[in-house]
């Protein structure tokens, strides 16, 4: 049963991420982008892993293609321009999507059944991750707090418009 | 206990943020122009109380981490421990990353005359080399990613400072874009390591290999991924494509800082990696790395050949830099003593990087392009600095007298002996190639009439002058005391 509803999602996820790249209406393929995040967080859940799935719901789904479709609105898109693509262009990408693929394949199919599979003992909830935030990964998570810092410090330069005077 | 394990040792790091903080109050409190000389002096502040500290904790803490008891440690404080390596190396790291940082802060003082936004600037600086500095000094890979992003987006953000010069903002996307994929593959490198061994330390890691030689493909892929990603953050050959662009597009200061202190934290990292954790597989990975290296090389110096515009000839040249600095982590195969070469030419990269550089943001003060016939006549016009120049350009070239022959000299002997051969010979004659275009920009300095007053180099700042001519001294000192 889990079995199937695990393929079930992962070919959902699949078959939506190929829709985000795929449409062309950029609002397709916010939305597609959406139920793509949607089948992630489906298989994390799978997984035990409930807290990230919630996150993954939250800021991915939520917050971040929130961002997206308001920058689609801001920008107004017009039709997108048939561009000719050259010859060689084409084949060339094709060459290396396909020596990509077949080394892909290759890999998989020798290292399967190699990969070992951790046992999980704990399963990664609110209570485990904020614990182990709090204890373990104390110092990365200040160090985080710095660079989200550092990230805000940034974000006023470039925002501010070159040549408006100090108020 | 938590002064003595925690706050002692993280100080210098410590001194570098706060300065960074207290600046942004700083500039809440005194807008615009107001109080700029109490905000440079801050600024520097940091680097060199970091500086003195790191002079205070380094020898302790080498002498220290042999005989203590971590046993009674709260568990944030024994990750902590554990995350951060204060060795040797991380001591010599420091101070060239603090140093680089000065020397920085002055040429962004002296040439960035349009930004308005100084104080976020040497703030962005300061943050940036916090972020180095836990990189170079990072035992764990979890503190290895969040140190490579607090070092990254900072850099980022100042490469397109000049928001409304088109190069700067496309110099700026480009960097963003290439870091950023370079990113996701050291995440991936790090999902796919810890999924295998259940631990983020890489010295735990380490300790595997040492029992076991690994076969396994995902292990082999980890360590393609992290490769690719350390060749992104210091501009390896087949991951170099963002230099020159990068480089040329950004504020020129900020280009001396890309190259001399960001290249050293990554390599810093790639010693980390290969020259620490991958050490007991140093035979699968010494040869072909040692022919990548031999391929960067040939790439910087072949491409710079073509170039016109002086900061893109040294933006390849950098790239072929990276090569010889790659050699050197090769060589780390061969024993720890080669690690000394490594780091002196770090150094000496580092400060004619940067000399150079502030030098071309002198050049280009009054007028923007920099073709080689802005240099016509400098050497004479501006003695002291045309000799810096000089020096800049033969140790770049690796002319025997020069600090930079001895650094090219010793790192090519230490991976002579750890057994690459073949690469050896191929650097030395690629170095060759590399006089040619030294030797071009040298002429025009000094055999090429000078141009109308006008359009000559203006001239220096008082600091940007003392902090070239420190460049310079410091390469007549490492020439004169060629060992580390």
Redesign the interface.
Known sequence: MKEAVFTFFSLFTLLTAAGVILSRNVIYSAFNLVLCFFGLATLYLLWGATFISMIQILIYAGAIVVLFVFVVMLLNFEKPTEQKTRLPIIILASAGVWTLALILLRVLSKSLGEIPVLETTTRASVRTVSKLLFSQYLWPFEVLTVFLLALIVGIFVLARPEGEEAK | MIINEFLVPVSPVLSL?VS??FL?VLETVF??ERGQVGKLLLALAGPLVSIFLVSLVIPVSVVDSLATDNSQL???L???KN??QLDRLSGALFLAINFFVLLTIVFVESFLKGV??KT??F??LL??A??MM?LVSSGNL??LF??L??MS??T??LV?????DLRSSEAALKYFLYGSFATVLLVFAIALLY??F?TLQLSAISGLFKSQIPT???TV?AFGLLLAAIGFKVGMAPYHLWVPDAYQGAPTPITGFMGSAIKLAGFGLAIRVFGQTLLPLVQEWATPLSYFAVVTIFVGNLAALRQTDLKRLFAYSSISHAGYLFLGVVSLGGGPQALEPLQYYLWIYGLLFLGTFGLLALVEMHKKNLDFDRLNGLGFQRPVLGFCFLLFLLSAAGIPPTAGFFSKYFILIQAFQSGQRLSVVLAALSSLIGVFYYLKVISHLYMKPAGAAETGVPRAPKAAFLGILLCGLGMIYFSLVPAF
């Open positions: 943020m960074a903080v942004i807008k615009g709260p568990s944030w024994m990750e902590f995350s951060y308005k936004e976020e600037v703030s962005l943050f940036a916090a972020g836990l979890l503190m969040m140190a992003e607090l987006l900072p980022y953000i397109g400072l000049r928001k409304n999924g295998q259940g396994g493909v995902a892929a």
